[in-house]
């Protein structure tokens, strides 16, 4: 049904959009000092806009979830091209935070509408280990792109440009992403039943689903807290923040290109396990290192966050298929409103911080040090948990016959 498509056209404008989801993230993680600065905003308001960022997220995932087989994926899609660039413009054009708010929740819906689309775009048109192999191909992007965007972004400031410049950049892939996907056909689902809306909920009433959903909420934020703050948390540590976006990414990119031997070696279960446990020690490490020992740290931490979405992406298709677009909308959808519930609070635990420092005789760069490092250590929390919850999967999937 599906052997008539062309794969490589759909799999490369997939990409394309990825790396427009991952731009919005590096580059607006290196323009919030600018953006705080131009507009007098404190650290909790510029978690704010960050929530946005994560908030439009679940609310175009739960609804391209709901419509993906009766909207489809190409319709998805340009929602997601509209979406994203009225954010990127509106972003540029901004007259201050209540703009900032609104331009940010654009770019949160094109980039839910990429995921919603593309996941189980990706999941229909391969199965099996070739199936968890693409998803995390297609997942190698968002890291990927990251290095792109920290790497152009930390170009930019060095070069003095405008912030409003670097939003420009993001229109890049946008274009190019449009123009793949323009004509081309899209696959229809591999398995019978997956596209009965009464089917996907009912999947998604099961034991294992509810689980994976409450796990999604905390590997999410393990992810994309420490990442979305790194400019903020990590630029008086001695280490170059935005290097070390570049560098965890990097190293997320070999780690999800390599993603197929990994998963048949370890499991899908097992390889949550080991990530839950680097990325523990990471974040903890994060907390109390300073200069060049801060490049290795972000290599632990890396490891251990580069496989928790495809590999939650690809055991929610692969152990509930029925679930269908639905059911991986829904779980990745959860873990961007999970980030985006939490941004604020870190902004707040940044801010408390600085309070509490300040009351301590602290000043200037080692203030801002002694901040981030407290936050990052309220951060490990997450991880934490993650280790007993996936121990608990671990020996409850264990005699499943798969990967």
Same mark, same amino acid.
């Given at each position: 049904?599906?052997?008539?498509?062309?794969?490589?056209?759909?799999?490369?404008?997939?990409?394309?959009?990825?790396?427009?989801?991952?731009?919005?993230?590096?580059?607006?993680?290196?323009?919030?000092?600018?953006?705080?600065?131009?507009?007098?905003?404190?650290?909790?308001?510029?978690?704010?806009?960050?929530?946005?960022?994560?908030?439009?997220?679940?609310?175009?995932?739960?609804?391209?979830?709901?419509?993906?087989?009766?909207?489809?994926?190409?319709?998805?899609?340009?929602?997601?091209?509209?979406?994203?660039?009225?954010?990127?413009?509106?972003?540029? $054009?901004? *007259?201050?935070?209540?703009? #900032?708010? /609104?331009?940010?929740?654009?770019?949160?819906?094109?980039? @839910?509408?990429?995921? %919603?689309?593309?996941?189980?775009?990706?999941?229909?048109?391969?199965?099996?280990?070739?199936?968890?192999?693409?998803?995390?191909?297609?997942?190698?992007?968002?890291?990927?792109?990251?290095?792109?965007?920290?790497?152009?972004?930390?170009?930019?400031?060095?070069?003095?440009?405008?912030?409003?410049?670097?939003?420009?950049?993001?229109?890049?892939?946008?274009?190019?992403?449009?123009?793949?996907?323009?004509?081309?056909?899209?696959?229809?689902?591999?398995?019978?039943?997956?596209?009965?809306?009464?089917?996907?909920?009912?999947?998604?009433?099961?034991?294992?689903?509810?689980?994976?959903?409450?796990?999604?909420?905390?590997?999410?934020?393990?992810?994309?807290?420490?990442?979305?703050?790194?400019?903020?948390?990590?630029? $008086?540590? *001695?280490?170059?923040?935005? #290097?070390? /976006?570049?560098?965890?990414?990097?190293?997320?990119?070999? @780690?999800?290109?390599? %993603?197929?031997?990994?998963?048949?070696?370890?499991?899908?279960?097992?390889?949550?396990?080991?990530?839950?446990?680097?990325?523990?020690?990471?974040?903890?490490?994060?907390?109390?290192?300073?200069?060049?020992?801060?490049?290795?740290?972000?290599?632990?931490?890396?490891?251990?966050?580069?496989?928790?979405?495809?590999?939650?992406?690809?055991?929610?298709?692969?152990?509930?298929?029925?679930?269908?677009?639905?059911?991986?909308?829904?779980?990745?959808?959860?873990?961007?409103?999970?980030?985006?519930?939490?941004?604020?609070?870190?902004?707040?635990?940044?801010?408390?911080?600085?309070?509490?420092?300040?009351?301590?005789?602290?000043?200037?760069?080692?203030?801002?040090?002694?901040?981030?490092?407290?936050?990052?250590?309220?951060?490990?929390?997450?991880?934490?948990? #993650?280790?007993?919850?996936?121990?608990?999967?671990?020996?409850?999937?264990?005699?499943?016959?798969?990967?």
């Amino acid at each position: 049904m599906n052997e008539n498509i062309n794969k490589t056209a759909l799999f490369n404008g997939s990409c394309f959009a990825l790396i427009t989801t991952a731009f919005s993230f590096s580059i607006r993680a290196g323009i919030l000092p600018q953006l705080a600065e131009e507009f007098g905003l404190s650290a909790e308001q510029l978690g704010f806009i960050n929530s946005m960022w994560f908030l439009g997220f679940p609310i175009s995932m739960l609804i391209g979830g709901l419509v993906y087989h009766s909207f489809g994926p190409k319709n998805i899609m340009i929602v997601a091209f509209v979406a994203h660039t009225l954010g990127i413009v509106l972003t540029i $054009y901004t *007259g201050g935070y209540f703009l #900032l708010l /609104l331009s940010t929740l654009f770019i949160g819906i094109g980039n @839910g509408c990429t995921e %919603a689309a593309c996941n189980p775009m990706i999941a229909d048109t391969y199965s099996g280990v070739k199936m968890n192999k693409m998803l995390n191909r297609f997942h190698m992007w968002f890291p990927g792109g990251i290095i792109l965007g920290a790497l152009i972004s930390k170009f930019m400031m060095d070069l003095g440009l405008a912030w409003e410049i670097q939003m420009w950049i993001i229109m890049v892939p946008t274009i190019i992403y449009a123009a793949l996907f323009y004509g081309k056909a899209f696959p229809h689902p591999n398995v019978v039943g997956s596209n009965s809306l009464f089917e996907n909920i009912k999947a998604m009433r099961s034991p294992l689903y509810i689980f994976l959903f409450c796990c999604m909420a905390l590997t999410a934020i393990t992810e994309f807290g420490p990442n979305q703050w790194v400019n903020i948390v990590l630029s $008086y540590s *001695g280490a170059d923040a935005m #290097l070390i /976006l570049a560098l965890v990414s990097g190293v997320m990119v070999i @780690g999800r290109f390599f %993603a197929g031997p990994v998963v048949k070696w370890l499991g899908q279960t097992g390889v949550l396990l080991f990530s839950a446990i680097l990325s523990t020690i990471g974040i903890f490490m994060f907390s109390a290192v300073t200069g060049f020992m801060a490049y290795g740290v972000a290599v632990i931490f890396a490891f251990g966050i580069c496989y928790f979405w495809p590999v939650m992406i690809g055991i929610v298709a692969q152990r509930i298929p029925l679930s269908s677009a639905m059911g991986m909308s829904v779980i990745g959808g959860i873990g961007f409103f999970s980030t985006s519930i939490f941004q604020p609070i870190i902004g707040n635990w940044i801010d408390d911080s600085r309070i509490k420092y300040i009351a301590k005789g602290f000043s200037g760069d080692a203030l801002e040090l002694a901040a981030g490092q407290d936050t990052l250590g309220k951060m490990v929390i997450f991880p934490a948990i #993650l280790i007993v919850l996936f121990l608990i999967l671990f020996f409850w999937q264990k005699n499943y016959e798969g990967y």
